[in-house]
């Protein structure tokens, strides 16, 4: 058994039309809304092991937002703030999960320097030759710098599909979003959760079935959404969506 804690790690500008694949103008699609940029630390409950799911994107808001969207990093929301208040220094993490490779996810990894990355063997063999209009999300457009998710290749953990990885949690192949994202599912006191990464950005696109505004794949993201679907209707899943401040304040 484990337990979930969200760790908020500052917060991304993005426009609805990215958190939600709604239309037109009555939809407010081009209302900024600041979206929390969220990992999440599971502790098992029997011996204390941590494992980290994603890690932000690292600690340079000034350079983020003039490479992406507008960041704001509070200091008490620096990795190496929010792992103390935990008790741990980011080298004493161990294990790590990535959902998938986009810089806002998994930059901070860089500063993880111990951890074995757990991530779809696919979602490593798209990152390093994109499409084109795909090159922000893995900063493959920026030149003088070699990307990042090379920085820990021999850290990666590579996997193929639904992968049991320990007692209690298993990485469930969500794409979509991306061509090898994947969801944490995590078996708890209170039954089990997903950990679904960016095709549920927040509750919004779980309660209405509508799907985040960025993806790589249409019908990935459909086949994904129904796979989601059947967790929580045959397994009683709860669903923490990757971008929703709800997850902090659960009801
Ligand atoms: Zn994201």
Redesign the pocket.
């Known amino acids: 058994m484990w337990k979930i804690t969200p760790l908020n790690l500052g917060t991304l500008d993005m426009t609805m039309a990215t958190m939600i694949s709604r239309f037109g103008v009555a939809n407010d699609v081009g209302k900024v809304v600041p979206s929390p940029l969220i990992a999440w630390l599971l502790t098992n409950l029997e011996d204390g092991r941590r494992i980290l799911v994603d890690a932000g994107p690292g600690p340079d808001a000034e350079q983020l937002t003039r490479d992406h969207n507008p960041v704001g990093i509070r200091d008490d929301q620096q990795l190496t703030a929010v792992l103390a208040e935990h008790g741990l220094k980011p080298e004493d993490i161990q294990t790590a999960i990535l959902t998938h490779l986009?810089w806002?996810?998994a930059i901070g990894m860089r500063y993880v320097p111990n951890a074995r990355i757990f991530l779809q063997k696919r979602e490593l063999l798209y990152a390093v030759a994109p499409m084109q209009s795909d090159y922000k999300f893995y900063e493959i457009n920026i030149k003088t710098r070699i990307p990042y998710f090379l920085s820990y290749y021999n850290r990666l953990a590579l996997v193929d599909g639904d992968t049991k990885i320990d007692d209690g949690i298993e990485l469930i192949s969500l794409p979509g979003h991306t061509v090898g994202s994947q969801g944490v599912l995590v078996r708890t006191p209170e039954g089990k959760y997903l950990l679904p990464g960016?095709i549920i950005n927040c509750y919004e696109n779980l309660n209405t079935g509508i799907p985040g505004g960025i993806f790589h794949n249409a019908p990935d993201v459909w086949g994904s959404m129904e796979k989601i679907r059947r967790y929580i209707k045959d397994e009683r899943v709860t669903v923490l969506p990757?971008?929703d401040i709800g997850v902090f304040t659960p009801s």
């Open positions: 986009h806002d996810h960016d990757a971008h």
